[in-house]
């Protein structure tokens, strides 16, 4: 990238990307644009000549929200800017950017890929050796290369993707139709709800809705750290994907960087509550935050009828 350059990306974004991006690349001279990907006039005003990359995530982090690649991969290739696609939620096992147009593919490794909560690493991969090659010269000049113990480790992982992946999924879905019929949750953000904007997008792409879910409080911020704070089976933790189950606040935890005033512009909620449902009993993992939000439910009812009752 060069000053000048412009990379679009989406409203909803990883963290760490958002802070490579916006503190790393832009003083730099690069122009970030952060717009909403699901609209294609938002897209067309955004893209221009100047435009060298567009990324986005689908689904993203942490809201799940998704994103028609191949139209996405369209428009960019119009303006002769490349796709990036994170493809770290979804994994290879249900959905293959490359098949839609993307021009690079990205993967935290760390995540579903190892699937042990033991490694960290990422993976960027590229249909054509000349856009690959300014990647792989980074790669040499810079010295990221895995270890050879974390690359047993990955291929340890992916022996086991496509099982971990599906358990993964069934229990995300059992989560989200539990959590949606909870009175303290004001909203589910899973694919695989029929009430999910990205919903058909994710059936026509995707051949699984994926492991993610996240949800919105309705509550305090003292509520959601009480909440995420005294699980029996979601351990608090900001990765995700592994065999044990995570659950994170992403406004104090993996999307802190972004300013409270930009992350309320986004409409990335301070009592949203990501979930990576592990490999456990789905029942086990329903109970347990069903549990945690009816204690909620109790000391809220507590609270109210000491205030209702006279002294």
Not at 59 to 87: E, K, M, Q, S, W
């Amino acid at each position: 990238m060069k000053p000048g350059d412009e990379i679009v990306i989406p409203l909803d974004v990883y963290g760490g990307t958002y802070r490579m991006l916006t503190r790393v690349y832009q003083p730099a001279g690069s122009v970030v644009r952060q717009i909403d990907l699901a609209n294609d006039q938002a897209l067309a005003s955004a893209l221009n000549p100047r435009t060298k990359l567009v990324w986005i995530e689908s689904p993203t982090n942490p809201r799940l929200l998704v994103y028609d690649i191949a139209r996405i991969a369209a428009a960019a290739h119009a303006h002769g800017a490349l796709l990036v696609v994170d493809n770290t939620f979804a994994t290879p096992v249900f959905q293959q950017p490359f098949s839609l147009g993307a021009d690079l593919v990205v993967h935290s490794v760390t995540k579903y890929l190892a699937g042990h909560s033991d490694l960290i690493q990422g993976a960027v991969l590229a249909r054509d050796p000349a856009v690959f090659e300014p990647v792989k010269f980074l790669q040499n000049a810079t010295g990221a290369v895995p270890s050879p113990f974390d690359c047993w480790l990955t291929l340890r992982g992916l022996k086991t993707l496509e099982l971990r992946m599906l358990r993964h999924a069934e229990n995300a879905e059992a989560v989200a139709q539990a959590l949606q019929r909870h009175p303290l949750v004001r909203r589910v953000y899973h694919p695989g709800l029929s009430t999910h904007p990205g919903h058909e997008i994710a059936r026509r792409q995707m051949t699984g809705f994926g492991g993610m879910v996240s949800f919105e409080l309705d509550g305090s911020i003292d509520d959601v750290i009480a909440f995420v704070g005294s699980r029996r089976f979601f351990a608090l933790g900001e990765s995700l994907g592994g065999v044990k189950s995570l659950l994170c606040h992403p406004a104090r935890m993996t999307h802190a960087s972004i300013p409270a005033e930009e992350r309320a512009r986004l409409g990335l909620s301070d009592t949203l509550i990501r979930l990576s449902p592990g490999c456990e009993h789905r029942k086990d993992l329903v109970a347990d935050l069903i549990a945690g939000l009816d204690h909620l439910a109790a000391g809220t009812e507590r609270a109210i009828a000491s205030v209702a009752t006279p002294v």
